[in-house]
């Protein structure tokens, strides 16, 4: 055999990129943050989900109040995502291909269940909620507003989603979020039980909503790449979703999933 040098790039691994961490380590903090809305999050908490050092944290939401990108509410002493940000979003103009596939269906899916309809999508390890429809029937569920943030896995979408990744990659968000399920009042070992039944299901069926005498169905939306991306959930009363009718919406957002799919891979270059 020839005795051939190896390259450089076989003799020395690859070294992370300068800066790398210190990113990594504020777009965590923003992402509690943003979970917070405008109420807030104390830096105690910060601290406890991200792992970090108190100072570390510290330090980085004061470079961050410094640029606007979060502010501290004087009152309270939480921290909040600041204005800069939306500002900074405003440079966004083109919808997602999901949101421009979704829009739609959700339309038509809405006029046929007449409950209220979320879209949700994957962030992460979170979920966002990034469009609700309210239907004809006089009781709407409106429990989770546009632009909520919630851990994979607290939410009847964010089990489906996870529902729909391989095993292992769903065990190992589950396992970084499980600090954050407690103010849910889930567990890791809760969520891993309803992820399992919503594989073997098809969907998700959350028996208990995010609100108390509430239930919610959820099916996933997967990109051309086959991963899991989104989650389309119906909130209902209880009385709402009986045996007979669970059946029935759960087909109608299941037969929504799909269309939005084959939408998104249409409109794919």
């Not at 992402?31 to 108190?54: D, F, H, M």
């Not at 999508?121 to 546009?146: A, K, M, W």
Request: charged letters at 25%; glycine letters at 8%; aromatic letters at 2%.
């Amino acid at each position: 055999m020839d005795n051939v040098p190896p390259s450089k790039s076989a003799r020395r691994p690859a070294e992370p990129r300068p800066g790398a961490q210190a990113i990594r380590r504020a777009l965590s903090v923003l992402r509690i943050l943003a979970a917070g809305r405008g109420q807030g999050v104390p830096l105690a908490e910060v601290v406890q989900v991200t792992g970090l050092t108190r100072p570390t944290v510290h330090r980085i939401v004061h470079v961050l109040i410094e640029e606007g990108i979060i502010e501290r509410h004087s009152k309270t002493g939480r921290y909040a995502i600041g204005g800069q940000v939306g500002e900074l979003a405003l440079a966004r103009q083109a919808r997602s291909p999901l949101l421009a596939a979704a829009d739609d269906v959700l339309k038509q899916t809405l006029q046929r269940v007449g409950d209220t309809l979320f879209l949700t999508v994957r962030t992460g390890n979170d979920t966002l909620c990034v469009d609700r429809r309210i239907g004809s029937y006089p009781i709407q569920v409106l429990s989770i507003e546009v632009g909520a943030r919630r851990p994979l896995g607290v939410s009847s979408a964010g089990v489906a989603i996870l529902a729909a990744m391989p095993t292992q990659e769903a065990r190992k968000i589950v396992a970084a979020n499980e600090v954050r399920f407690k103010p849910y009042r889930t567990s890791a070992s809760a969520v891993l039980e309803q992820i399992s039944a919503a594989r073997r299901r098809g969907y998700n069926l959350r028996e208990v909503g995010l609100v108390q005498g509430t239930k919610s169905i959820s099916t996933w939306i997967k990109t051309p790449d086959g991963r899991p991306a989104a989650a389309i959930t119906v909130s209902a009363v209880r009385v709402r979703l009986g045996p007979r009718r669970e059946q029935e919406v759960a087909e109608i957002l299941l037969q929504a999933a799909r269309t939005i799919e084959q939408e998104i891979r249409a409109s794919s270059p």
